[in-house]
């Protein structure tokens, strides 16, 4: 699994190792997830956690442009999470060489971005336009509500040229903020120990690895790495990568 390190400029992110504040940090940051083996970066600028201030493009893009440079100098590959197309087209134009489309490619205007750059695009399921707007998925096959989902949105990425470029994410980094964790720590088993019907479209994994300190959350990120998808969103690379060497080995 190739994994993406992640960065976050927003400063309401729950994980406070993840916040980069300026370019110094970013270098700091970046540099030790290039130790610890990461194939690339993820940088966000707008926070979608329950303490997240929504944003505009502009102030939304102003927390980004100093960090960008920083991630290009790096040589390696990096996306830009965001659902407004216009940050994503300014961080493309800036040197990011994917797009993480946070709203699912649904917000109007994302899928022409996709199309004009040709990038990798990272597509989430979303239960709900954006992450801050999102519903519970109550279904009791959740993993049809994801299939159903991805088939709709493939067909339309197919009217762009770009279905080729899509990297499927089941979408469970998000979530509605009042889901208690023992409903959600339930859902993303279900999901997880599925990924391979997600396999249907052809198409790379992406997934946002769980990064808690807790029983639980070490049960679920094992779950995913026994799963092999293509891609990770790691908050720790070191620990992912770690505990992907001690499954491999006891196999």
């Given at each position: 699994m190739k994994l993406f390190g992640v960065l976050n400029a927003s400063l309401d992110s729950l994980n406070d190792d993840s916040i980069v504040r300026n370019a110094g940090d970013a270098h700091r940051r970046a540099t030790q997830m290039m130790v610890e083996g990461v194939y690339g970066f993820d940088l966000g600028g707008q926070g979608s956690t329950f303490q997240a201030r929504e944003k505009d493009a502009d102030d939304e893009w102003a927390t980004l442009?100093?960090?960008i440079p920083v991630l290009v100098d790096s040589g390696l590959p990096f996306s830009v999470d965001t659902w407004r197309p216009t940050v994503a087209r300014r961080a493309l134009e800036a040197g990011?060489?994917?797009?993480?489309?946070?709203?699912?490619?649904?917000?109007?205007?994302?899928?022409?971005?996709?199309?004009?750059?040709?990038?990798?695009?990272?597509?989430?399921?979303?239960?709900?336009p954006n992450p801050l707007q999102m519903s519970k998925v109550t279904a009791t096959d959740p993993v049809e509500v994801l299939v159903e989902f991805f088939t709709e949105m493939l067909a339309r990425a197919e009217g762009f040229g770009v279905r080729q470029n899509m990297v499927l994410d089941p979408g469970t980094g998000f979530a509605p903020h009042d889901w208690p964790w023992a409903q959600r720590y339930e859902y993303q088993k279900l999901v997880y120990t599925q990924l391979d019907r997600l396999r249907v479209f052809g198409l790379p994994l992406y997934i946002a690895l769980p990064w808690k300190e807790t029983v639980q959350h070490d049960e679920l990120l094992e779950i995913v790495i026994r799963a092999e998808p293509e891609y990770g969103r790691a908050h720790y690379p070191a620990k992912v990568n770690a505990m992907a060497t001690a499954i491999a080995r006891a196999l």
């Amino acid at each position: 699994m190739k994994l993406f390190g992640v960065l976050n400029a927003s400063l309401d992110s729950l994980n406070d190792d993840s916040i980069v504040r300026n370019a110094g940090d970013a270098h700091r940051r970046a540099t030790q997830m290039m130790v610890e083996g990461v194939y690339g970066f993820d940088l966000g600028g707008q926070g979608s956690t329950f303490q997240a201030r929504e944003k505009d493009a502009d102030d939304e893009w102003a927390t980004l442009a100093p960090i960008i440079p920083v991630l290009v100098d790096s040589g390696l590959p990096f996306s830009v999470d965001t659902w407004r197309p216009t940050v994503a087209r300014r961080a493309l134009e800036a040197g990011a060489t994917w797009m993480n489309a946070a709203d699912g490619l649904q917000e109007p205007g994302m899928f022409e971005v996709a199309a004009e750059f040709g990038c990798p695009v990272v597509l989430p399921f979303l239960s709900g336009p954006n992450p801050l707007q999102m519903s519970k998925v109550t279904a009791t096959d959740p993993v049809e509500v994801l299939v159903e989902f991805f088939t709709e949105m493939l067909a339309r990425a197919e009217g762009f040229g770009v279905r080729q470029n899509m990297v499927l994410d089941p979408g469970t980094g998000f979530a509605p903020h009042d889901w208690p964790w023992a409903q959600r720590y339930e859902y993303q088993k279900l999901v997880y120990t599925q990924l391979d019907r997600l396999r249907v479209f052809g198409l790379p994994l992406y997934i946002a690895l769980p990064w808690k300190e807790t029983v639980q959350h070490d049960e679920l990120l094992e779950i995913v790495i026994r799963a092999e998808p293509e891609y990770g969103r790691a908050h720790y690379p070191a620990k992912v990568n770690a505990m992907a060497t001690a499954i491999a080995r006891a196999l």
